[in-house]
């Protein structure tokens, strides 16, 4: 079967992924004289960066999704399609996906990656990841069913189990749900189930090599340290999580911590479309691409965001899998593709390093810009502001800025609702989780 677009005497441009980097070029391309494409599986842009705050019940997920349809309503050129890419086929032009194959005149594969649990099976199974909206609301409906059953027990290791929580990774969403977690466990907990001694209630956040935050400054790593130290957080470095079995996580040093829930921030690696040559797929599951964008040995197909694998001087061995280079991957494509046309020679990509930051609750994050690094309540006022104004759409901006002055004068949110399905799969606490 094939997708129902009409033929035109455009070329058509294919974008599989709306997220930083597909929305991006979609939203500049569609302004040329192309036909575009938009496919993802999801009918939404995810702004991932705020994922966390979704799962500690700080903002609704509405507020960090934005309707792919919505950004395109007055673009007669531009065709969205809720699907999955399976694969490609480079001699045919084509893709083939759920909803049946589609032709193509250019390919852009934008469609970024998902957990890696580096092949263990347990803790793909039981261990809750931040990768989609879904996901996070997910660890929102556990953390807080979790509570519930926890105000309920009388057995001390048994509740020990629903509160204590692991987090797995000390990258910047490791640290920022620590610190999420941290104020929640401090401000809002003891007010809600004032039942619980809230001085039982374990945060671990687990970090393989010797420092938060690697790839930022060593202002940063240790700023964050200090922080989390502040908020009660117990940071184990060097220390490997090797297994979890839903009741304990087990180190490479044979400790072992109980907890129902682990957090996995450990590790990404690449979504995978099959049809590509096997050499153009690299480490992380990454696919190779050369300076423009295209995929080496493959005409007329191109990876931006974290999917792309290119080597530039200053990175040679990648670029970060951040949404500055998604964003930049996706404006330099378009460039390329007003270019092309004319027959004009295209612009190599070159990443502008525009910095990185972390928040670590209120008042406290940390900032690396090229030539300045700070931390502290400025560093979480600019924080707030590139993230506020980061988001897709205005609404999402003024709700997102409701939510944090609410939450920031009240020390509160009013957001934690234990959604139930109705049917199918009814969410569960860990606890009956593991006894079904
Ligand atoms: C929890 C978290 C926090 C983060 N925090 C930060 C931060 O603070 N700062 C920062 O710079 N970066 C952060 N990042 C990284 C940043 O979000 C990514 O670098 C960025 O999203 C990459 O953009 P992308 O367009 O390449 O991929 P994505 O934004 O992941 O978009 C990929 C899209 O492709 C779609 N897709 C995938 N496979 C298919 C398929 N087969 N068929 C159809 N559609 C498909 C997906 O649904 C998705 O919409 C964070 C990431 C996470 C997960």
């Not at 099976?121 to 931040?130: C, G, L, P, Y």
């Not at 929102?140 to 629903?162: C, K, M, P």
């Not at 907890?259 to 696919?287: C, D, F, H, Q, Y």
């Amino acid at each position: 079967m094939t997708i129902n677009i009409p033929n035109t005497d455009l070329e058509r441009i294919v974008i599989v992924g709306g997220g930083f980097a597909g929305l991006e070029l979609a939203q500049r391309v569609a302004k040329m004289n192309f036909q575009v494409v938009l496919i993802d599986k999801n009918n939404y842009h995810q702004f991932q960066p705020l994922f966390y705050q979704v799962a500690m019940a700080g903002l609704e997920p509405s507020s960090i999704a934005f309707p792919l349809r919505k950004a395109f309503q007055k673009k007669k050129n531009v065709f969205i399609r809720v699907t999955t890419v399976e694969s490609v086929d480079t001699n045919e032009k084509e893709i083939q996906t759920t909803l049946g194959t589609l032709r193509y005149d250019y390919l852009v594969l934008a469609i970024g990656v998902d957990t890696n649990f580096f092949g263990n099976e347990n803790i793909a199974q039981k261990a809750f990841s931040m990768k989609s909206v879904s996901e996070a609301l997910y660890l929102r409906n556990a953390i807080l069913s979790d509570y519930e059953r926890a105000v309920t027990t009388t057995d001390f290791d048994e509740r020990q189990g629903l509160i204590d929580i692991i987090i797995v990774g000390g990258g910047p969403t490791g640290v920022e749900v620590a610190g999420a977690l941290a104020e929640m466990k401090k401000y809002i907990l003891p007010k809600d189930y004032n039942e619980l001694n809230c001085d039982e209630i374990d945060i671990y956040l687990i970090q393989s090599s010797d420092c938060l935050l690697k790839g930022m400054s060593t202002e940063a790593s240790e700023g964050a340290a200090q922080f989390l130290k502040e908020l009660g957080v117990i940071v184990k470095l060097n220390t490997r999580v090797e297994d979890f079995d839903g009741s304990f996580v087990y180190m490479n040093d044979g400790s072992k911590i109980q907890g129902n829930k682990m957090i996995w921030a450990a590790g990404i690696r690449g979504n995978t479309v099959k049809g590509l040559p096997e050499n153009s797929i690299v480490r992380g599951n990454r696919i190779k691409v050369d300076r423009f964008n295209q995929v080496e040995g493959v005409d007329r197909v191109f990876a931006i965001g974290d999917i792309a694998y290119m080597e530039e001087e200053e990175y040679p061995k990648g670029h970060p899998q951040v949404a500055q280079v998604a964003i930049q991957q996706g404006k330099n494509l378009a460039k390329n593709f007003k270019l092309l046309p004319q027959g004009k020679p295209l612009r190599a990509f070159t990443y502008r390093d525009l910095g990185s930051m972390a928040t670590i609750g209120r008042n406290r994050a940390v900032v690396d810009l090229p030539s300045y690094k700070f931390k502290g309540f400025f560093a979480w006022i600019i924080w707030l502001f590139v993230h506020l104004f980061s988001l897709v759409g205005i609404k999402n901006r003024l709700f997102v800025f409701i939510n944090w002055v609410w939450n920031y004068m009240t020390y509160d949110q009013s957001l934690r609702l234990i959604i139930q399905p109705k049917t199918k799969e009814k969410i569960v606490s860990t606890e009956e989780k593991k006894q079904s």
